[in-house]
């Protein structure tokens, strides 16, 4: 079985998305950065861009995003 991890994206108005993935690629401040389950906590900035999620099946979804923050916890995103 394949771990995931649980993913909410939201704006100031709606929820966007929520549910699982398998892997979430973001445009951070930074650069991209990939999230797997399990990684490491954090809070950063997001700039604009595309939010990619990789889901269970061989699914993905994406999002655009003009900003915003980004918290990551072991098992949510």
Do not use: C, W
Request: glycine share 10%; charged share 20%.
């Amino acid at each position: 079985m394949t771990m995931t991890i649980h993913v909410d994206i939201v704006s100031a108005e709606t929820e966007l998305y929520s549910g699982v993935a398998e892997m979430v690629f973001v445009p951070g401040k930074m650069g991209e950065l990939g999230i797997a389950p399990r990684h490491t906590p954090l809070v950063t900035t997001l700039k604009p861009g595309l939010v990619r999620l990789e889901l269970p099946e061989n699914k993905e979804e994406s999002f655009f995003v003009s900003g915003g923050i980004l918290e990551i916890q072991p098992h949510v995103v």
